[in-house]
């Protein structure tokens, strides 16, 4: 195993203008860990409750995924349902069940404690630095959050992002915890807080990388049809972390690797857009390596002349 | 002179977040015409009343912008007024004067009868066609609208883009225009209209490029601060149409070529960035072609690795 990945796992019920899933495998860390576990070995650490199904086991299993950190507790696994608008451009949530989440407590087996690669799931910033704190040899450590931490622990945030080495946000979470309408301005910001780069994820529009003084920017791949973004952006973070982890790169003791974060964003494009094909990780069940590098050339083909 | 741009001149009054700014000249021939500029001659067809002040004239004039076509007539010119929400993500006109817009009937000057590019700026689409039919030997013509005649004057639009090379759209419109929400399928609908070439202006998030089974997306220039978005779309078109007349395009004679349009995209986005950093056409009052490669090039290399 080469890398960690904590988070929500979740069941999901999702309404997009394109159909309905009722009670989906979701949650950042399920999105994260099957994106990343086309590049390398991963572990992840979260928790579900006694309703977790057997099915939803095999798929990390099938992925290859170590479920060591996967705790089970009585109770219901942490529940979520969310309405796309009909122009999908609002989603919201229609109910939200912590259930055995609410009392989650990362603790990481033995062998996730000496791994090189941690990405932190949008989770509670306090939980967040306490993973960080039990993979202290981490080479590379990706954090994303979500707009509730930054509105209610920016402090905590802010103290857990200085130990990140990539803050992986979307634009409107760039923005709140910036201040910064700008996202050059609002990257530069975030930069000063600890990060050595910043990832924005512009859902659609695709993602842009700031680090070093330098800019990268990938689009998203034109897809004809989207069912379901649920977990795109968590996709994203798990190409982009799943690649940088199979090239071994090094950021505590290495310079900045524009060349390789920049292809890390053009794969974390390309598992993102794989995700929306299909409602929540269905399209994981048949996806290969094969699809991803061949996207990954023609994503790239489309900002060449 | 080499291209042709019709459209409106105006007189513009602009809030933003940043400011404000009274009676600037405005109207999408005069940014179409002041971004081509820096690539090849321009004439303009529009009208103007008498209070066509004389230092907007000399801005013309200073770029070298053939203004035979430019009609004068008694009464006021054209008006405007638009506020921008506090987050920049909306636009209210306030206030709209056509005055001596309503009676324009545009009349090509003989010179500009033979002209080889023609940029047509969205004004009603059977105005669109007379101007399309008075320069008939036009090897590349490129044509906006907006959501007024897509809603009000479909069928004559449909009828006017069948005489285009090259549609320019926002996303909005495109998604209007066409029926579909996905924009490589919008394209696809809108390809099948007519024209050889649909862009899709995606405002600061860079635009794409659907041609010939193929596709190609440039990120928007980071900016680190915005004055006034007014006119950046045009001034995209100014800059796209501008780049291929002065590479001699022609796409009545030669096959699409995908190259030089993807590098017209990249001068369309670079142009619309400029735009951006002042109020009004103010920028173009000391931009040079030196400051517009460079941009290019650093554009460029934002998607390399």
């Known amino acids: ?56 086991r095999q798929l990390f299993a099938r992925r290859g995924i170590d479920l060591a950190g996967l705790e089970h507790r009585p109770g219901k696994t942490f529940q979520w349902e969310g309405v796309y608008s009909d122009d999908w451009n609002r989603r919201e949530t229609r109910r ?24 932190l799931g949008n989770i509670q910033p306090s939980l967040q630095r306490q993973v960080r704190k039990q993979v202290p040899e981490a080479r590379l450590v990706a954090g994303d959050t979500i707009e509730t931490w930054i509105r209610t622990a920016r402090n905590e945030l802010l103290e857990a992002m200085r130990e990140w ?21 609002a990257a530069e910001t975030l930069l000063q807080v600890g990060p050595k780069a910043v990832v924005i994820k512009c859902g659609e529009y695709g993602a842009a990388l700031f680090c070093a003084g330098d800019y990268f920017y990938a689009p998203a791949y034109p897809l004809a049809e989207v069912q379901d973004p649920t977990g795109a952006g968590d996709c994203f973070a798990g190409g982009f972390m799943g690649y940088l982890a199979e090239q071994g790169c090094d950021l505590v003791a290495d310079k900045v690797p524009r060349r390789e974060l920049a292809r890390a964003v053009l794969y974390g494009s390309v598992l993102g857009s794989f995700c929306c094909e299909r409602f929540g990780p269905k399209r994981f069940e048949t996806l290969t390596r094969e699809e991803i590098d061949r996207r990954f050339r023609e994503l790239e083909s489309y900002t060449r002349f």
């Open 1 to 56: 195993m080469s890398l960690v990945v904590v988070g929500s796992v979740a069941y999901d019920t999702i309404e997009t203008p394109a159909g309905r899933a009722e009670r989906v495998l979701g949650g950042a860390c399920t999105y994260i860990a099957l994106a990343a576990s086309y590049f390398v070995p991963v572990g992840i650490v979260a928790v579900v409750g006694d309703d977790f199904a057997e099915q939803d």
């Open 96 to 119: 939200l069940e912590l259930n055995v989440f609410a009392g989650f407590e990362p603790c990481l087996p033995e062998h996730y404690r000496r791994q090189p690669y941690l990405v």
């Open 165 to 185: 080495h990539v803050l992986l946000v979307n634009e409107s979470e760039a923005r709140l915890l910036s201040g910064e309408r700008s996202l050059r301005r």
